[in-house]
């Protein structure tokens, strides 16, 4: 009984340290700092804190935590998968849901497409970013569609529960026949195209009075002609 019981301790006293290295690893990611700072700084805090307040014996127990960049990385992958995992299936609870798409260019030049869900959760709306995936070619809005068709498809989202599209403005996003917008309601006659709201300034821009609106040109080419290259722009 008492190898029994030792056994039993050293696995619940693993597992407690396991969860303590997930929790530490989500808290890393939630504050967007480098993976290895577990290893550099939270630990040795740790470590230092423990043993001025509870002894030096009791802060070898948290010498346990792994807090290594190549073990804080894939946990974050598993925490990120999981929380996927759980948005993707309250889709498929929910009897319908709307999606906003956007497209960015982050420092390095390439494109990346955010796509956001709306769905009827137990008790509410609720939000969620559905996924991110880079555009490496081009960003016509036959691009942006396979992206959104083939998560979808990987994930077995129902087409026709879409109700709702919400993008900018640009032409590759609601052109009538090519546009993206076009494409998702091919699969899903039911759903709407709205203009999204981060981007009003380019619906109030179009019904502007002239006098308001060739100074708004003016200011528009300036920008344009500063922000060109990085030598301008410094």
Wanted: hydrophobic share 40%; proline share 4%; net charge positive.
């Amino acid at each position: 009984m008492k190898i029994v019981g030792e056994k039993s301790f050293r696995q619940s006293s693993s597992a407690e340290v396991v969860e303590a290295s997930y929790e530490i690893a989500n808290m890393i990611a939630r504050a967007k700092k480098p993976h290895n700072i577990g290893e550099t700084l939270i630990k040795p805090c740790m470590l230092k804190a423990a043993s001025l307040l509870l002894g030096e014996k009791n802060s070898k127990k948290l010498a346990n935590i792994s807090l290594s960049d190549s073990t804080i990385k894939p946990r974050i992958d598993e925490l990120a998968k999981n929380i996927e995992l759980q948005v993707i299936e309250k889709i498929h609870s929910s009897p319908c849901f709307a999606i906003q798409c956007d497209e960015t260019t982050d420092l390095t030049q390439l494109s990346q497409l955010m796509v956001y869900v709306r769905f009827i959760g137990s008790t509410s709306i609720e939000e969620e970013m559905l996924f991110c995936k880079p555009l490496e070619t081009t960003t016509k809005a036959e691009d942006v569609f396979e992206a959104v068709a083939a998560y979808f498809d990987s994930n077995a989202i129902k087409w026709e529960n879409i109700v709702g599209i919400c993008t900018d403005g640009a032409p590759a996003m609601l052109g009538s026949r090519s546009g993206f917008v076009s494409r998702m309601k091919q699969r899903s006659p039911i759903a709407i195209g709205t203009h999204c709201v981060i981007h009003r300034e380019a619906l109030a821009s179009r019904t502007l009075p002239p006098a308001l609106d060739d100074k708004l040109a003016v200011v528009i080419r300036i920008v344009n002609f500063v922000k060109a290259t990085p030598v301008k722009s410094r």
